[in-house]
């Protein structure tokens, strides 16, 4: 099975910077994944870690280190808008995804 | 980029009835289709995983005869809820997955059991 432990919650300032951890012990991995959450909607893919290194996209960027059972997804120059949930995902070798419980973000001015 | 669609958005039923929930992905083959369920405030879990043509696999804890999956075509998964109960009440989730690329996932479906 596969264990995913992330923070509960976390706030910052708009413009500043949040770094998002995530832990995980699995018995099988095929990448990790990031998500972003907005109450009451589904999921929206923000990243993809497979191989160990950080991957950048815009003002999100993510990390991982398969030895260490590690990612992080790192927000930078917040904005109001990126107040959601954000879900570490393993996938395993059948392709499905394990959720961590999620990690409430709350931006504010 | 892919495209899946859920309907319906938000449905009411009464205890005892069933209901039916179906997946779309609008522009590609879905090779394997994902059901999951969220609660409120909980992370989502994995009900069980559809391939075209074949049965349903459960996860442990899922009851098959409760919640049945039908995946009829490469584009199109049916969830029905069987004989439902307030504690069914949630936010159904399907995500589809076209050969290695990474899972898409429709818009939810809101369930409440009155």
């Known amino acids: 099975g596969q264990n995913i432990d992330q923070p509960t919650e976390m706030t910052a300032t708009e413009g500043a910077i949040v770094q998002i951890n995530c832990t995980y012990q699995?018995?099988?991995?095929?990448?990790l994944f990031w998500y972003q959450q907005h109450a009451g909607e589904a999921p929206t893919f923000l990243s993809y870690?497979?191989?160990?290194g950080l991957e950048e996209k815009g003002r999100f960027s993510s990390f991982l280190s398969r030895s260490k059972g590690y990612s992080y997804l790192l927000l930078k120059e917040l904005q109001m808008k990126d107040s959601a949930s954000y879900l570490c995902a393993v996938r395993d070798g059948d392709y499905k995804l394990s959720f961590g419980a999620g990690t409430t973000v709350t931006v504010r001015a | 980029g892919a495209v899946v669609s859920q309907h319906p958005s938000r449905v009411i039923c009464k205890s005892g009835t069933s209901v039916k929930i179906e997946c779309r992905s609008l522009?590609?083959?879905?090779?394997?289709m994902f059901w999951y369920r969220q609660f409120p405030k909980q992370s989502l879990m994995l009900m069980a995983t559809?391939?075209?043509?074949?049965?349903?696999?459960?996860e442990q804890g899922v009851e098959k005869d409760k919640f049945l999956i039908n995946h009829a075509s490469l584009t199109l998964s049916t969830l029905t809820v069987t004989s439902a109960h307030p504690e069914d009440s949630s936010f159904y989730i399907c995500?589809?997955?076209?050969?290695?690329?990474?899972?898409?996932f429709g818009p939810g479906t809101r369930l409440t059991v009155t």
């Open positions: 559809s391939n075209e043509g074949s049965k349903a696999t459960y």
């Open positions: 870690n497979v191989l160990d």
């Open positions: 699995t018995s099988g991995f095929n990448g």
């Open positions: 522009d590609f083959q879905a090779t394997t």
């Open positions: 995500s589809a997955r076209e050969q290695e690329y990474e899972q898409y």
